[in-house]
């Protein structure tokens, strides 16, 4: 495979782990001999095909070609029903710039997507494409199932739980395979560091419109020994405000550090210190619970923490994770438990890294689509 055309309908640049997992692909595509081409749609006052202020964002230094296109359409312009125009500008843009690309590129350039309607289309032009999977609607189900009946279509679930679900309804032939998430081992070292009693969180504080609930994670701090300490990176200004003022409150504020958002390459910096690292979600989406293969997992495994996460089955169904403490979602002294348990838990060692590594990933991938 020696071109590859990355379509999506996501925005850029956006600090959304889906648009990170993205850039890193691609970076890891052209490491390894792959040509890209990243085609997306212009449909944030923020978006941008600029290259080099995408390479600062993301943190990538790779050349490739990167086309935004027109958007005139009512997603993210119109601030009412916004699922509803969601799925028609994402239907009407999928369309057009499928036929666009498919009168455009040879019948040999393969295709990667995270749009289900840009899988479908080019299915039904039988195209080469790719399809990675994160999360199902009734709608995906179904045009998922409607594109796998062109030979040239492939998909990939980051999870046994995707695969399985969609199985219960639709069948599978040679035409998929699964892979969990990974880490871009480029930014952590393998040398040993001595590690301080911090506690971690890192991403976004709110995922689908609901709250992650770390604010927990101060109440608990004060049941905790004074040793431990607690850092948050990722707070919007809001969010660093009220978390501020909570931890005042709670009398915990010279034991907590809040941070907003920092670039990627400087994630494993601050993780580089801590002990713990905290996987926290709210049951109120099912992507949540069942599907979600998170990146700060393994950016977590790469630092060397030891890992506490909220006990759901996604969360069970990750790799490595009989070494997890799990703690019951919302409940206070669980939460402490899991901590203290850490202290029994040994961190996965440097030997299992290549495991979880974007590189190996991305030659999976590019294994998966030439066979």
């Not at 390479?55 to 009412?80: A, C, Q």
Request: a positive charge; glycine letters at 2%.
């Amino acid at each position: 495979m020696n071109k590859l055309t990355y379509l999506t309908y996501q925005t850029f640049p956006a600090d959304t782990a889906n648009s990170i997992q993205t850039m890193a692909n691609i970076k890891y595509f052209i490491r390894n001999g792959t040509q890209v081409s990243l085609v997306f749609p212009l449909r944030e006052k923020t978006s941008t095909a600029n290259s080099e202020k995408l390479k600062e964002f993301y943190s990538i230094k790779e050349d490739f070609k990167i086309i935004g296109t027109k958007h005139n359409l009512p997603f993210g312009k119109v601030n009412v029903l916004k699922r509803i125009l969601f799925l028609y500008s994402h239907l009407v843009w999928s369309f057009l710039i499928v036929n666009k690309l498919d009168k455009e590129k040879p019948s040999t350039e393969f295709f990667f997507t995270r749009s289900d309607w840009v899988f479908f289309f080019l299915s039904r032009k039988n195209r080469k494409v790719v399809f990675e999977c994160h999360q199902f609607t009734k709608i995906r189900k179904f045009l998922i199932n409607k594109s796998l009946t062109n030979k040239y279509s492939k998909i990939i679930f980051l999870n046994n739980k995707l695969k399985d679900d969609y199985e219960k309804k639709y069948k599978l032939k040679n035409n998929f395979t699964i892979l969990h998430n990974g880490v871009d081992l480029e930014y952590y070292s393998t040398d040993s560091k001595v590690k301080s009693n911090e506690i971690v969180f890192i991403g976004k504080l709110n995922r689908f419109g609901e709250s992650r609930n770390v604010d927990l994670l101060l109440k608990v701090l004060v049941a905790l020994d004074p040793k431990y300490t607690l850092k948050i990176v990722g707070a919007t200004d809001l969010e660093f405000k009220s978390l501020e003022k909570e931890s005042k409150n709670l009398g915990v504020q010279n034991r907590v550090t809040i941070l907003k958002r920092v670039n990627y390459s400087d994630v494993a910096k601050h993780l580089s210190s801590s002990s713990i690292g905290v996987l926290i979600n709210s049951n109120k989406n099912t992507h949540s619970i069942s599907y979600t293969s998170p990146i700060k997992y393994f950016e977590y495994l790469a630092a060397g923490l030891k890992i506490i996460a909220v006990d759901f089955p996604s969360h069970r169904n990750l790799p490595f994770s009989a070494n997890i403490s799990f703690f019951e979602e919302g409940n206070a002294k669980s939460l402490v438990d899991a901590i203290k348990k850490t202290e029994l838990v040994s961190a996965l060692t440097t030997d299992v890294f290549s495991y979880i590594s974007l590189e190996t990933r991305t030659k999976k991938i590019i294994d998966f689509i030439s066979s």
